[in-house]
């Protein structure tokens, strides 16, 4: 009271501030109910392929239907039939019809004098002012130095390795979604792991807490079960955001378009789970199947034949062409003064063309058509060694998950068992509580290790089948 006497105006300080809150509240309350509301459409009108399960299988056909990759190979497909197209034209024959109109100044068109002219009673033709003409022709070759045959053989090559480009990108894809499906599995399983070893080690701190409390422990064992709360909360908030990440990677492999209103965490429900089916298969086995697989290999065999063909198609220059062709032909009269008046009739041949000497062109193409054709041998070569190396790697890698995986069977149940005897040992003043911390710290991790040989012995697996060439879409049901 003293003190409001002393300053008179603190009182309508704390009205007017008290007022000016309650206004300020009840000016906000409408907006927040407003962001509360469109929160809750946003989170209850969610598109329905984002909370629906999603199994493995269903992951791989989205892939299929959704993924921008292999929509963008499927389109380098169809357009692979224009070239095809193109490829043929050769053999195929060609129509052609051309017509043409012209009027010209009756001034400017020379006459012809016959029977000693006009002068001497003889008469004079003048040409028409007016003139046309129109034709149509087939025009099919016969003989093209080889070239006809060899664009047929390169169509059916360029169809055939257009197809397994667009295998490898389906395999390509596949692959990284079943990755992307196994590292959202392992993160969820992550944060189940460090979530339990987050309670165990509270439950721990209040347990030393109420015992500090009661005199029978000192300080030292309560500060010594924060530090290892405050140690393990860290893996929790790194596991969450590989949650975070590894979902944001799945839904952009699966081609999904997020709403901006998910950013926290996408729901996605996946159904199955990290499993260890056994996966027999030898090294040599292995690397004899991915040489005889493999849609790249395919590819740069059929470059190679590819090269062949266009060394064919490079020597033809050499040989002469030969064409047949029929026509159609109708024109004016060139001296009857009569537009309307025509000529017509049929028409047909044979014609040949020929380069003796094409200033060394052909001899250059040929040149160029060899050097790329030891490429495409050399670049076949090179990429079985890279693919053997391949299949050598990923065997090596699912090997180690494998063995990683058996040494881990029954060490979590250890581990377990090893916590429950120090908890007991402790309870009877036989034991510590560093005895405690660190039986909790074996266990978290080897459930850690666990979980993480599962996901690694999967992700083993899948690398190691699509080294090897095994169709990915099997396991999408296509």
Same mark, same amino acid.
């Given at each position: 009271m003293k003190r409001s006497d002393e300053h008179p105006d603190h009182g309508i300080y704390h009205v007017s501030l008290s007022?000016?809150?309650?206004?300020?509240?009840?000016?906000?309350?409408?907006?927040? =109910?407003?962001?509360?509301?469109n929160s809750a459409v946003t989170v209850t009108n969610l598109p329905a392929w984002i909370t629906?399960?999603? !199994?493995?299988?269903?992951?791989?056909?989205l892939s299929l239907q959704q993924n921008s990759s292999i929509r963008e190979a499927r389109a380098d497909l169809e357009a692979t039939y224009g070239l095809v197209v193109q490829t043929r034209a050769v053999v195929l024959p060609k129509v052609r019809t051309t017509g043409n109109y012209t009027d010209t100044d009756p001034s400017d068109i020379d006459t012809f004098p016959f029977l000693g002219? %006009? !002068?001497?009673?003889? =008469?004079?033709?003048?040409?028409?002012?007016?003139?046309?003409?129109?034709?149509i022709q087939i025009v099919q070759s016969i003989y093209e130095g080889g070239r006809m045959g060899s664009a047929l053989r390169a169509a059916r090559l360029t169809k055939e390795q257009a197809l397994l480009h667009y295998q490898t990108a389906v395999a390509d894809t596949l692959v990284s979604t079943r990755v992307a499906y196994y590292d959202v599995l392992l993160a969820a399983q992550q944060?189940?792991?460090?979530?339990? =070893?987050?309670?165990?080690?509270?439950? +721990?701190? +209040?347990? *030393?807490?109420h015992r500090f409390e009661a005199g029978t422990v000192p300080r030292f064992n309560v500060l010594r079960?924060?530090?290892?709360? %405050?140690? +393990?909360?860290?893996?929790?908030?790194?596991?969450?955001?590989? !949650?975070?990440? %590894?979902k944001n990677n799945l839904s952009n492999l699966l081609g999904y378009n997020l709403p901006r209103s998910v950013w926290e965490d996408i729901p996605l429900q996946l159904v199955d789970g990290l499993q260890a089916e056994p996966y027999p298969i030898e090294l040599p086995a292995a690397i004899e199947q991915a040489l005889e697989r493999r849609t790249e290999l395919g590819a740069l065999r059929k470059q190679e034949q590819l090269q062949r063909e266009n060394v064919i198609n490079a020597r033809s220059g050499y040989k002469p062409s030969v064409q047949l062709f029929a026509g159609y032909d109708v024109h004016n009269y060139e001296f009857v003064d009569d537009p309307g008046r025509d000529i017509r009739g049929w028409n047909a041949?044979? *014609?040949? =063309?020929?380069?003796?000497?094409?200033?060394?062109?052909?001899r250059g193409k040929v040149l160029q058509a060899r050097a790329q054709l030891d490429r495409s041998r050399a670049e076949l070569e090179d990429s079985s060694r890279r693919i053997e190396l391949e299949v050598r790697t990923a065997y090596s890698t699912f090997i180690e998950a494998r063995e990683v995986l058996e040494s881990q069977e029954k060490v979590? +149940?250890?581990a377990e068992e090893a916590l429950r005897l120090a908890r007991a040992r402790a309870d009877a003043g036989t034991g510590t509580q560093l005895d405690v911390l660190d039986a909790e710290t074996s266990l978290t991790q080897a459930r850690t290790t666990q979980v993480q040989a599962l996901h690694d012995y999967a992700v083993a697996r899948a690398r190691l089948e699509r080294a090897t060439g095994q169709d990915m879409t099997v396991m999408a049901g296509k």
């Open positions: 007022c000016f809150a309650v206004g300020l509240i009840a000016l906000l309350l409408p907006l927040l =109910s407003q962001a509360q509301t629906r399960p999603l !199994s493995l299988v269903d992951a791989l056909n002219g %006009a !002068s001497t009673g003889g =008469s004079t033709f003048v040409q028409a002012h007016q003139n046309w003409r129109a034709d944060i189940v792991v460090h979530e339990a =070893s987050v309670d165990l080690l509270s439950r +721990e701190l +209040e347990d *030393q807490q079960a924060e530090v290892a709360v %405050a140690n +393990e909360r860290p893996a929790l908030i790194r596991a969450r955001n590989d !949650s975070r990440i %590894a041949g044979a *014609q040949m =063309s020929w380069d003796i000497f094409d200033g060394l062109l052909t979590q +149940e250890e």
